[in-house]
């Protein structure tokens, strides 16, 4: 079965970080592209950043840009989020996000259940 | 990065048709094939259910479908079914390199 499983979201304070990681499984995890999409409470879907399946390519949104950093190690089958400098407003469900292709971060085919996120002193 | 505009709510009973639009500019949704569509039940994941368009992943009902005409990118599903009931998010690829979703619609089959 392919699937994500996003881990490491908790408290952070605000300036503080917090590295999240997804594991994923089930398919030929270096042959996809990956996302990272977030939710704040009752509000709508934010993307945020994307990399390519060899991991040379990625994008930020500008809310987060400067901030946050996306990788992958492809031997471990596993996507990360490093977020620093957090602000209240990072405060979220973060989920992580299968794309349909290597190098398309656009459209995503497979998610996890999401991490949540909260950032308060 | 301006998100995409989605009517707030939507309502159809069952068997009726509704169609939720996704309006942008020529730098996102008028500029590219790029428009997805996601269901997202209340605390659940959203789902794949249309991308690049008009393309129904396998899997997906055939009562789901989208169309683009310019700036604005539509779902219309037909048959509306109770557990159609959910929110829905368009999205698109932007002349940025990145992703921008819309607000949401939230559909209720009354």
């Known amino acids: 079965e392919v699937q994500v499983l996003e881990s490491g979201g908790g408290l952070a304070q605000p300036g503080g970080s917090l590295r999240l990681s997804c594991a994923a499984s089930?398919?030929?995890?270096?042959?996809?592209?990956m996302s990272w999409v977030r939710q704040a409470p009752g509000k709508g879907l934010e993307w945020i950043s994307g990399?390519?399946?060899?991991?040379?390519?990625?994008d930020y949104a500008d809310s987060v840009k400067g901030r946050f950093t996306i990788s992958r190690d492809n031997s471990k089958n596993t996507l990360y989020l490093q977020m620093n400098s957090l602000r209240a407003e990072d405060t979220a469900i973060y989920y992580c996000a299968k794309c349909r292709t290597v190098t398309t971060k656009y459209d995503m085919d497979v998610w996890g259940q999401g991490t949540t996120v909260t950032v308060s002193s | 990065q301006s998100a995409l505009t989605q009517p707030p709510s939507v309502s159809g009973s069952p068997g009726q048709s509704v169609t939720i639009s996704c309006t942008g500019t020529s730098s996102d949704v008028g500029g590219y094939n790029r428009v997805s569509w996601y269901q997202q039940s209340p605390g659940t994941a959203p789902k794949l259910m249309i991308n690049?368009?008009?393309n129904r992943p396998s899997g997906v009902p055939d009562r789901f479908s989208g169309s683009k005409s310019g700036n604005t990118a539509s779902l219309t599903i037909s048959g509306l079914q109770a557990e159609d009931e959910a929110d829905y998010y368009c999205?698109?690829?932007?002349?940025?390199?990145?992703?921008?979703f819309g607000g949401g619609t939230k559909l209720t089959v009354l």
């Open positions: 690049e368009v008009s």
């Open positions: 089930g398919f030929s995890f270096s042959g996809y592209a």
């Open positions: 999205s698109s690829y932007t002349s940025s390199s990145t992703v921008v």
């Open positions: 990399i390519s399946g060899g991991g040379g390519g990625t």
